[in-house]
């Protein structure tokens, strides 16, 4: 599917092809992916310099740039969604259980901490909402996360319509693995 894709794609969509140079391959009758992709290596080299390779690669699927893997996480989540719609707030509570120790196991695990705790409700007919609470310090055990959680759920709104997800996530990270990659991003400005 993916080649597929490539093909039908308008040569100004691909990662690297500003106006100018989509511009360019306009007048060289180079409109979509296909017709770059019938390009020689050569050809592109001659018309775009280093650039060509480049292009003949990606018209080609291959794309050499390394994958950054290092990106800042900014929340911890995790989430359910249950065969049979739930429609008591106990059955709710009980649900968030196995959610809650997933998302603080993580934390554990990595000694990251959040702020900011946030509910997600998805209904029966696919509507969902979110509710949300920050603290002032960090949760910082499951005990906490759970008691905010289950408070965000008996705060929301009257609904009678049955409850097929549960989702709770942690935001507004400190700790181990946050600041290291928080560092790993910073950079000095020269004054």
């Not at 017709?35 to 018309?47: E, G, I, S, Y």
């Not at 995790?78 to 959610?99: G, K, Q, S, Y």
């Amino acid at each position: 599917m993916g080649a597929g894709f490539v093909e039908s794609l308008p040569v100004g969509r691909f990662h690297g092809v500003g106006p100018a140079t989509a511009a360019k391959m306009e007048r060289l009758g180079i409109h979509t992916g296909a017709d770059l992709r019938a390009c020689t290596l050569p050809f592109l080299q001659t018309h775009f310099g280093k650039i060509g390779p480049y292009y003949y690669g990606i018209s080609r699927g291959v794309d050499e740039r390394p994958v950054r893997a290092n990106r800042v996480r900014k929340s911890v989540g995790a989430e359910n969604t249950f065969a049979a719609d739930l429609f008591e707030t106990e059955d709710m509570r009980e649900a968030l259980v196995p959610i809650l120790d997933k998302v603080w196991h993580y934390c554990e695990a990595s000694g990251v901490r959040g702020r900011t705790v946030t509910l997600k409700i998805k209904y029966a007919d696919f509507r969902q909402i979110t509710r949300s609470q920050s603290m002032a310090l960090p949760v910082s055990n499951r005990a906490e996360l759970a008691q905010v959680a289950h408070h965000l759920l008996h705060d929301r709104p009257f609904d009678r319509r049955g409850v097929r997800l549960l989702g709770v996530s942690l935001s507004a990270l400190t700790g181990e693995d946050a600041e290291a990659e928080r560092d790993d991003t910073q950079f000095a400005l020269p004054f």
